[in-house]
């Protein structure tokens, strides 16, 4: 019998320098794929995926920004909508680490403590290439109050434990505060699954 439920929906936003891997991390998480080509992002991307765990089902909305600097304007707007922000760094380039510091303040100038911050040291498979170890990864993220996480979107480490870090993270649809029901509320027919199916959709955004 097909279950009718409320679908709780979440914004996600993916901040970070140029070319730390926020789009890699997305495609692997997406479509379990990497490709080593780079390919800037332009504007913002959006997609979308349904998450299905253990206890309910939740749709994300992941919309990933670009980090080149001419595009910086269109951010703060983001920020704003979204109640997590993945801010990426790569661990093979500390200046990347050290730009954390001002996307976290960014966000809680727009958020204040009502958001979820995951700061991700990304691409852990150069390991030759490290200038941030993981123990100031760890350090800045007990300073900020923030998660903290390294994955590789190339070896394809530790990208499932970010999202359902996040998921687990997220508060339940009873303790939905800050966002209008009526925006938020989906009908899911499907039948009920205990698995991590996913369904996507994507799209770009030529703001
Ligand atoms: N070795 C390695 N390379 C990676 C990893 N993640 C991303 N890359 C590579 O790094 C480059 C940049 O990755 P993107 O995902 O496009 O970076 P981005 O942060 O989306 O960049 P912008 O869209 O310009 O902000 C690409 O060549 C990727 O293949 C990783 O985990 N390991
Ligand atoms: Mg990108």
Known sequence: MAVVSPLAKYKLVFLGDQSVGKTSIITRFMYDKFDAT?????????????????????????????????????????????????????????????????WIEEVRTERGTDVIIV?????????????????????????????????????????????????????GMETLSSTKQEDMVDVNLKPSVNSSQTEQQGGGCAC
Do not use: C, H
């Not at 959006?46 to 001419?70: C, H, N, P, V």
């Not at 998660?147 to 530790?158: D, H, P, R, V």
């Open 38 to 102: 780079y390919q800037a992002t332009i504007g913002i991307d959006f997609l979308s995926k349904t998450m299905y765990l253990e206890d309910r089902t939740i749709r994300l909305q992941l919309w990933d920004t670009a980090g080149q600097e001419r595009f910086r304007s269109l951010i703060p707007s983001y920020i704003r909508d979204s109640s997590v922000a993945v801010i990426v760094y790569d661990v093979g380039n500390r200046q990347s680490f050290l730009n954390t510091s001002k």
């Open 119 to 171: 700061l991700v040291g990304n691409k852990t498979d150069l390991v030759d290439k490290r200038q941030v170890s993981i123990e100031e990864g760890d350090t800045k993220s007990r300073d900020f109050g923030v998660m903290f996480i390294e994955t590789s979107a190339k070896a394809g480490f530790n990208i499932k434990p970010l999202f359902r870090k996040i998921a687990s993270a997220l508060p």
